[in-house]
């Protein structure tokens, strides 16, 4: 998204940090909180009283910390924290000046520079000040946007002096690196000073615990006055010296500017903050990463800046070349480094993407409380020591340690004549050097009576640290002086090695492979489970896993080797990701991604709203719960295989091939196309739609239904499921229709359908004369309702028979069978026959029928509920009325023997009694046979010969 701050235009340091603008539209910051450790900020400004939380302000000596920076004489740069806080998380898309880096995170200050603050840094005694760095916990980032002139001031900045500033700060910084977040520990972000001396002549920025922070201009060039050196992590837009950067100032005339915005704020102080607003975006993204997840992530994704990378010369502003150092993991080798830049620009874009996905790889995050170390102990060099004047020294240490590195301290003790004309090196087992000390920094005496002085080393992450390491001593001016080396210590810490290994890619691959071609090649030769991660890649990937197959990442192809590797993650393009004949877990990430797998315990990993995502698998699949993808088909639709395909709860559309495939989408309504064979769908969703071809290719297909559903065209068979009472309904086709145990309505539409209810107390919809039900006894009381003339079928226990509509006047013919069945008409001239079974018969309005054609037994009693006189005929069929002739009856044959005095003769054949409404049939008349009962007219209506026709 494209804020709507007026001053965002000229805010140029965040075109500097990748996409950013596709980030805000996923993450701002928010519920990350920040502690600006400044001098004090404005919370009243505009752009960040929405931002700030004085629920967490710091308590020292049982006073809260009043963020409101100090007016008294000595403090002209009060303005100094809330420009950082506004580069931080000014509030963005208001309508109102400057966008911070996470303008959706809460930031609380801590004034740590005003000269009356209880925690004011340079106190001859900063207990006060150091109670504040203890209570960095309270927040998940902190910011601090100051630093010390690097010096080699033993008695502040010396690691190695308990009692130094430096010493006592790194002490709070690894508690609070153990104990901030609930034991991931709170991200410290530091400043690396703007004095253009090697930050490790101040033990502040040495310890690993912070992430120190260079600065760069607008041209990506290392600003001229940004400090340096082998423990800057990276580097953030600063400016140079007059300063560019647009943030936020003290509200009116009170801050350095006469308005609310400044537009000349720079240095280190302007990079660190930037960097925590960059940190804040990842632990939204990812809030279970470890501090030292956060730094990882940092120096993977940091791009490439300033002179570029084999140059034989540097710019006037940089102090040294960028080199590469003998990791094997990044962009197919190692990663670049500069003790200028660290590892380089922050990319917000890749940085946040890649901690997204960190969580895939790397589950278990990386904190003090898992952290790797070793030490050689405090080692005397025997031997040659002497570091001859002009020339060199080297001493080599042997470290047996299994580990790969994040971070080296080096504690070397020696002494020289003339500091100033000394370079110090240390080179890694793997052959990457390191330059710890160039001369520039100290003064010429610092190590005349002997330095004991700890180095700190982040350019060497990705390393193993076991072999012999080389510490040399360089005298670069003749005839000055000379010195020796006696001790060395050094302690390496990080992880332990594993062959689960990580590859990761970025859009970097580009430039390192024109400058090392074999980085284009990757064969895993240890085992494990290994990742491809390209989730700060932005444009589109094939990532083929299969071995000797070909991968494009950045749009460079990678050879892939032999070696098996299970698993990818990729980012913000339409992805294709290929599986191998491993386990593999494939993460699309955002984009329309598609998946090609061959294996059922294969799994896809997709969040919603990241895309239209595809599956096609050469085998039968189910997509895992939570998955968001789209659709899901069978690879070869054309072949004949059976591949069976199921969905999630989600929304899928699946696709089988023209073998007999079993389509099961899910709980969303889902869409399921067989393609020709004998294929079943699965029907849990009335909105779930089936698809299948047409004539001779489709096959007989079938659908399992737990829903009410209507067939679609050319599905032949359908079958209800689960105990629900369901409706199941045809098409045009011959249907076979089966119900559950539930009480179905079943109704065939138009074809010649089959139609079996089960137990349950089902509805038939009949529409077809060839329709056929199949109930058996005992399975509930069953009724059909039919739209055309309808015979039930004998054998078959239904319990009741209609036409579909009663108002319907259609002349409608129904017809029972041997159960009692309850027949009922409409408002049509209808025809209604028990046949056997004692049934009941309701004609409803209309000039209706009642017709007795089956043989005649007390358990073949009707009952007529309706008949009405004027329009009702009773039709005698003369096949078992035999004493009958066709037509209307005689006169003489009938006889209502229930009016007065009313005696029975030998022609008497119907008798009715209009008293019980009963109808009798006396074959022969007086004779020795008696009258059967075969009807009872409800009504008791007063019947006549002419309400009876022989048929």
């Not at 790889?361 to 031997?383: D, I, Y």
């Not at 087992?429 to 520039?440: F, I, N």
Request: include cysteine; aromatic fraction near 8%; charged fraction near 15%.
């Amino acid at each position: 998204m494209t804020p709507n701050d007026p001053l965002y235009a000229n805010q140029w340091h965040l075109r500097m940090l990748g996409n950013i603008e596709t980030i805000w539209n996923d993450y701002t910051g928010a519920g990350i909180h920040v502690g600006v450790y400044d001098s004090g900020v404005d919370y009243r400004h505009p752009d960040l009283k929405t931002r700030y939380d004085a629920t967490r302000h710091v308590v020292v000596d049982g006073r809260v910390l009043v963020p409101d920076p100090d007016d008294s004489p000595g403090n002209e740069n009060n303005w100094h924290g809330t420009g950082a806080a506004g580069l931080i998380a000014a509030t963005g898309n208001n309508r109102t000046g400057v966008v911070g880096v996470s303008w959706g995170a809460s930031l609380t200050g801590v004034n740590i520079l005003g000269k009356t603050s209880p925690a004011y840094l340079n106190d001859p005694d900063p207990v006060g000040f150091l109670s504040a760095i203890h209570q960095m916990t309270r927040f998940d980032v902190t910011n601090g946007s100051w630093n010390a002139t690097p010096g080699y001031a033993s008695t502040f900045q010396n690691l190695n002096n308990p009692s130094a500033f430096a010493a006592r700060l790194a002490a709070e910084y690894a508690y609070v690196s153990a104990n901030g977040r609930g034991g991931l520990g709170t991200v410290i972000v530091q400043s690396a000073g703007n004095d253009d001396l090697d930050v490790n002549g101040n033990g502040t920025n040495v310890t690993r615990h912070n992430i120190t922070v260079a600065a760069a201009n607008q041209d990506g060039f290392v600003s001229s006055y940004s400090n340096y050196g082998s423990s800057v992590l990276l580097t953030a837009p600063g400016s140079e010296t007059e300063g560019s950067i647009v943030t936020t100032d003290r509200s009116g005339t009170a801050g350095r500017t006469s308005g609310d915005y400044m537009g000349n704020y720079n240095g280190t102080s302007a990079a660190a903050p930037i960097v925590s607003g960059a940190v804040a975006l990842m632990l939204q993204a990812n809030p279970n990463l470890g501090w030292r997840d956060v730094q990882t992530i940092l120096a993977l994704s940091s791009t490439h800046t300033g002179t570029r990378i084999g140059a034989s010369q540097h710019s006037a502003e940089e102090n040294n070349f960028w080199q590469v150092n003998r990791a094997d993991t990044w962009n197919g080798g190692g990663m670049h480094y500069s003790n200028d830049y660290g590892y380089g620009m922050l990319d917000v874009y890749g940085a946040v993407r890649m901690a997204e996905a960190w969580k895939h790889f790397s589950p278990t995050a990386q904190t003090s409380a898992n952290e790797v170390r070793f030490s050689t102990g405090n080692l005397t060099v025997n031997g040659n020591n002497y570091i001859p004047d002009g020339s060199y020294l080297n001493v080599t240490l042997n470290v047996t340690a299994s580990m790969i590195l994040e971070h080296v301290d080096l504690t070397l003790t020696f002494r020289h004549g003339n500091f100033n004309f000394v370079n110090i090196y240390a080179y890694s087992p793997e052959g990457t050097r390191v330059l710890l000390h160039d001369g520039s920094t100290g003064e010429w005496n610092t190590a005349a009576n002997g330095l004991t002085w700890t180095f700190g080393i982040d350019s060497l992450r990705g390393e193993a640290a076991a072999g012999t390491w080389t510490i040399q001593f360089v005298d670069t001016y003749p005839e000055t002086a000379d010195g020796f080396f006696t001790n060395v210590e050094l302690v390496a810490y990080g992880t332990r090695p594993t062959a689960d290994d990580v590859y990761h890619y970025t859009d970097e691959l580009v430039e390192m492979s024109a400058l090392n071609a074999a980085r284009l090649s990757l064969n895993d030769t240890d085992g494990g489970i290994d990742w491809i991660d390209a989730a700060a890649v932005t444009g589109n990937c094939f990532v083929n896993l299969g071995p000797g197959g070909k991968t494009t990442i950045a749009g460079k192809e990678i050879a892939m080797g032999s070696g098996v590797i299970e698993c990818a993650v990729t980012g913000d393009g339409n992805d294709v990701l290929v599986a191998n004949s491993a386990r593999n877990t494939l993460v699309g990430g955002r984009g329309n991604d598609t998946y090609l797998l061959d294996s059922a315990t294969d799994a896809v990993v997709e969040k919603s709203g990241q895309g239209a995502d595809t599956v096609i698998a050469s085998v039968s699949y189910r997509l895992a719960a939570g998955q968001s993808v789209e659709t899901l088909l069978a690879a070869n639709k054309t072949g004949t295989a059976r591949i069976d395909l199921t969905g999630n709860e989600l929304v899928n559309a699946l696709q089988g091939t023209n073998g007999a495939n079993r389509l099961d989408g899910g709980r969303g309504a889902d869409t399921m196309t067989g393609l020709g064979g004998d294929d079943t769908y699965v029907v849990d969703n009335a909105r779930d739609r089936t698809v299948e071809a047409g004539g001779t290719t489709g096959g007989i297909d079938t659908v399992l239904a737990s829903v009410s559903t209507v067939l679609a065209g050319f599905v032949e068979n359908l079958t209800l499921t689960g105990t629900a009472a369901l409706t199941g309904t045809g098409n045009g086709h011959a249907n076979r229709m089966t119900g559950n145990t539930g009480a179905n309505v079943l109704d065939g539409r138009g074809g010649r359908d089959t139609m079996a209810g089960g137990r349950g107390d089902d509805t038939y919809v009949v529409d077809n004369l060839g329709d056929l039900i199949l109930e058996a006894a005992g399975q509930g009381r069953d009724g059909v309702r039919s739209g055309v003339n309808y015979a039930l079928a004998a054998g078959q226990e239904i319990e009741s028979l209609a036409t579909t509509r009663d108002a319907g006047t259609g002349a409608i013919n129904l017809n029972g069978n041997e159960f009692a069945n309850t027949i009922r008409g409409n408002a049509g001239a209808n025809i209604l026959a028990g046949k056997l079974g004692a049934d009941t018969l309701t004609g409803l309005s209309g000039a209706d029928s009642f017709l007795f054609n089956s043989g005649l037994s007390s358990r073949n009693v009707d009952h007529i509920t309706d008949f009405s006189v004027r329009d009702d005929t009773i039709r005698l069929d003369d096949a078992v009325f035999t004493q009958f002739a066709v037509g209307t009856l005689a006169s003489g044959l009938f006889k209502d023997v229930g009016n007065a005095g009313a005696r029975t003769d030998a022609d008497d054949r119907i008798l009715y009694d209009h008293r019980s409404g009963g109808l009798y049939y006396d074959k022969d008349g007086s004779g020795v046979s008696k009258a059967v009962l075969f009807a009872v007219i409800d009504t008791k209506a007063l019947l006549t010969f002419q309400d009876f026709l022989v048929v």
